[in-house]
Nanobody, 126 residues
Framework: QVQLVESGGGSVQAGGSLKLSCAAS?????????MGWFRQAPGKEREGLAI????????YYAASVKGRFTMSRDNAKNTLYLQMNSLKPEDTAMYYCATDDLFFTNWFDSYQYKYWGQGTQVTVSS
């Protein structure tokens, strides 16, 4: 059964940090080909932030977060993380993790992913 559960969201002031977690079921973690973090602010499209090729471990970041956000994983815990530093008010959004068990090429396109967590809210105040 595919299952993703995000946690770690909250409210912080600009310049602060948060670490998000995405706990996957063992089946999900074992069968995923790609995993990623996305966010969606009210009235905006869902935006791809950080992607990991689960086979080779290569990570890729959107320009908007590169240098501030770092994705990592703990294979023993079936968990994906997103460390977010130097947060800005424009980072305020619902954050989601996503995965898929089939290969596709446009990894930052949210419409390509079949499986999603329920999301965790991040609010950054100025």
């Amino acid at each position: 059964q595919v299952q993703l559960v995000e946690s770690g969201g909250g409210s912080v002031q600009a310049g602060g940090s948060l670490k998000l977690s995405c706990a996957a079921s063992a089946y999900t973690y074992r069968t995923s080909i790609i995993m990623g973090w996305f966010r969606q602010a009210p009235g905006k499209e869902r935006e791809g932030l950080a992607i990991i090729d689960t086979n080779g471990g290569a990570t890729y970041y959107a320009a908007s977060v590169k240098g501030r956000f770092t994705m990592s994983r703990d294979n023993a815990k079936n968990t994906l993380y997103l460390q977010m530093n130097s947060l800005k008010p424009e980072d305020t959004a619902m954050y989601y993790c996503a995965t898929d068990d089939l290969f596709f090429t446009n990894w930052f396109d949210s419409y390509q992913y079949k499986y999603w967590g329920q999301g965790t809210q991040v609010t950054v105040s100025s």
